[in-house]
Antibody, heavy 123, light 107 residues
Framework: EVQLVESGGGLVQPGGSLRLSCAASGFTFSDHYMDWVRQAPGKGLEWVGRIRNKANSYTTEYAASVKGRFTISRDDSKSSLYLQMNSLKTEDTAVYYC??????????????WGQGTLVTVSS | DIQMTQSPSSLAASVGDRVTITCRASQGINNYLAWFQQKPGKAPKSLIYAASSLQSGVPSKFSGSGSGTDFTLTISSLQPEDFATYYCQQYKSYPFTFGPGTKVDIK
């Protein structure tokens, strides 16, 4: 069974940093592209960014709203995905979801989602 | 960026009703369109991918259609567990974008 379990959320002051983790199991993590998606309280879904697999050089893509502040990384030996968030703003307050995507450059959807972790940016 | 719109933004329906939700992309996305269901306090769940393919384990009362810019999600016979918010999403090009959601309520 595919499982994605996020952790690391919490309360942080504006301008601060936080690192989220996502522990994956039930599939060959190293094969897959992985994405982060967020949802502000009472709002819709917003794609945050993607990291590709080793075969595609672990390259990344980011939404304009987080580019230069957020960094996605992965550790295939630990089946783990990370989201380093710096220079946090109040508008980054959201539930952050880890999602699984495809294995190559063929467009693929987010087939599995974690339960999410809440990040609150407030003074 | 590709903008996604959905209509209606909300609807009220009865158990047993047939429900159709429309999603439109601001430019052609071939069939790179997914639908998700989200219940309050829960993570989104994948229902449909490639516009019309059913995610494994999802009941056949859900169906999707469309290509290019116009897409639909249909629930053939609404059941109590189907009351939720539904989102469409394009995965043709970056940044991936979602529709604003359609909330399906009990009439």
């Amino acid at each position: 069974e595919v499982q994605l379990v996020e952790s690391g959320g919490g309360l942080v002051q504006p301008g601060g940093s936080l690192r989220l983790s996502c522990a994956a199991s039930g599939f060959t993590f190293s094969d897959h592209y992985m994405d982060w998606v967020r949802q502000a309280p009472g709002k819709g879904l917003e794609w945050v960014g993607r990291i590709r697999n080793k075969a595609n050089s672990y390259t990344t893509e980011y939404a304009a709203s987080v580019k230069g502040r957020f960094t996605i990384s992965r550790d295939d030996s630990k089946s783990s995905l990370y989201l380093q968030m710096n220079s946090l703003k109040t508008e980054d307050t959201a539930v952050y979801y880890c999602t699984r995507s495809g294995v190559d450059t063929t467009p693929y959807y987010f087939d599995y989602w974690g339960q999410g972790t809440l990040v609150t940016v407030s003074s | 960026d590709i903008q996604m719109t959905q209509s209606p933004s909300s609807l009220a329906a009865s158990v047993g009703d047939r429900v159709t939700i429309t999603c439109r992309a601001s430019q052609g996305i071939n069939n790179y369109l997914a639908w998700f269901q989200q219940k309050p306090g829960k993570a989104p769940k994948s229902l449909i991918y490639a516009a019309s393919s059913l995610q494994s384990g999802v009941p056949s009362k859900f169906s999707g259609s469309g290509s290019g810019t116009d897409f639909t999600l249909t629930i053939s016979s609404l059941q109590p567990e189907d009351f939720a918010t539904y989102y469409c999403q394009q995965y043709k090009s970056y940044p991936f974008t979602f529709g604003p959601g359609t909330k399906v309520d009990i009439k």
